[in-house]
């Protein structure tokens, strides 16, 4: 890895102003960018270290969950707000890396870093999250455009992400055998009008995207068994080692169906398999 | 090069770190204490977990600067010589939890965190929870006895 000038400012004013220089990159917990930078995806020549200057608080307002960037997994997945308004985001956040990961990673880093098979931006395209920066509030469905990529611009640092609360929603995950992110992973919400949002993380080289084949499929009712038979398409299916493309696409169908089934079932939630799991691990 | 101070096993430690410096590197290379692995590098074995003002990290992916005024402990500080092991170290030796030992200081680390959050964790949560620590002598099954003993005898010293 290069070196670079390491910054810990005290205020955003000062973050943004350093991070507006060249070769600036901003640093939250760094459980993405830093295994970035030592793979040589970026080479910063200074890093803006953002922790305790950006929010951290976790709130419930007129009907959404907003969670200040600064809030590690780990405290996202134990705050008695989600867990009482929104606990299929606890859930899924619950889920992300590891346990030593959860506790230094951030929701406004996995945001800004919008990997490939990343659990967060699913859950904010399927629940219709808002993320607030120093600059604006941008729709979920505007800010991510591609794998790694955002619309964020330099200097801008992203300060919080509110979630509407959602009744009926789950997510289910597929890990890979080896390095346990989601193969493919999908969240399934159907809102209070029945608008389903079906959102597939993990089979496509550009990141987390609302599948609309299969919400179209959905829009007569909210049931599993309308998505038997909706494909993929290979279009753009990340293929690798553990899957081809066919095998994604055939996993985004089967998981989708689960996703559906769990959400509209008593008890919505989380659910992550893996090879030779029992059909009923079933996890909070 | 930038100047780091934080307390290391109860210690005031300081240090001429360049920016890219990992906080395992500055913990090995600069403080001595090896007992901290490098394993991947890459945030996925867990050899390198340390606890940072309580809470297990995985020092491969921090910086030492971010480390700034942190109170680190790594598996040196659990039971400084001369003294008995800590409750899960004794009960790795007890349950013969290691093979090659490559792993074991950062499975040691983890197990205590696991304890933090899930005071007696039964078998399922330990494995669930041992996801970021890897063991490449699949050693997992007395891995995870110890851990649900030490979790046990270090219930039982709190009563």
């Known amino acids: 890895m290069r070196d670079f000038v390491y910054y810990h400012p005290t205020s955003l004013d000062e973050a943004r102003r350093l991070a507006m220089q060249q070769g600036a990159m901003l640093l939250a917990g760094g459980q993405t960018l830093l295994r970035d930078m030592k793979l040589g995806r970026y080479s910063p020549t200074s890093l803006i270290d953002v922790t305790g200057i950006v929010p951290s608080q976790i709130e419930f307002l007129d009907d959404a969950v907003c969670i200040g ?7 996202v997945a134990r705050s008695p707000v989600l867990l009482q308004y929104l606990p299929v985001l606890a859930a899924l956040v619950d889920h992300i890396g590891d346990p030593a990961v959860r506790n230094r990673g951030t929701l406004g880093g996995a945001l800004a870093a919008n990997e490939r098979a990343g659990d967060y931006p699913a859950a904010c395209l399927a629940l219709g999250a808002t993320v607030h920066t120093t600059r604006r509030k941008v729709a979920a469905s505007e800010f991510f455009v591609g794998e790694g990529r955002t619309v964020l611009e330099p200097g801008e640092i992203v300060t919080a992400a509110t979630f509407p609360i959602s009744r009926r929603a789950a997510y289910v995950k597929f890990l890979n055998p080896a390095a346990r992110y989601a193969m493919v992973g999908v969240f399934a919400a159907c809102g209070e009008d029945g608008t389903p949002h079906i959102v597939v ?84 | 090069m930038p100047a780091v101070s934080m307390t290391v096993n109860g210690r005031v430690v300081r240090g001429e770190v360049e920016g890219r410096t990992m906080l395992v590197d500055f913990l090995r290379e600069q403080l001595g204490l090896t007992g901290t692995h490098v394993g991947c590098d890459t945030t996925q074995c867990g050899a390198c977990v340390v606890h940072v003002n309580g809470l297990a990290m995985k020092s491969c992916t921090m910086l030492a600067l971010q480390g700034e005024g942190a109170e680190v402990t790594t598996i040196e500080g659990l039971a400084p010589p001369g003294t008995p092991l800590h409750p899960m170290q004794a009960a790795f030796r007890e349950h013969h939890a290691l093979q090659c030992g490559y792993c074991t200081s950062g499975m040691v680390m983890m197990a205590l965190d696991i304890v933090r959050r899930c005071r007696e964790p039964d078998e399922a949560t330990i494995r669930e929870q041992l996801k970021g620590n890897i ?22 010293q709190h009563r």
């Not at chain 1, 960037?69 to 405290?75: L, V």
């Not at chain 2, 050693?139 to 851990?147: E, F, M, P, R, S």
Request: hydrophobic share 50%; aromatic share 6%; glycine share 10%.
């Open chain 1, 201 to 284: 993380t993990g089979a496509r080289t550009d990141g987390a995207f609302r599948w609309e084949a299969a919400e179209t499929a959905l829009t007569a009712g909210f049931v599993a068994e309308r998505l038997r038979g909706v494909r993929l398409l290979y279009e753009n299916l990340a293929e690798d080692l553990f899957a081809d493309a066919a095998y994604r696409a055939h996993l985004a169908e089967v998981i989708a169906r689960k996703a559906v089934g769990l959400a509209s079932g008593p008890a919505p939630g989380v659910m992550v398999l893996s090879h030779g799991s029992r059909a009923e691990t079933l996890l909070a």
């Open chain 1, 69 to 75: 960037a600064g809030a590690t997994h780990a405290e």
């Open chain 2, 135 to 156: 063991c490449r002598c699949t050693g997992y099954h007395n891995i995870v006895k110890a851990i649900a003993a030490g979790a046990a005898a270090m219930a039982a």
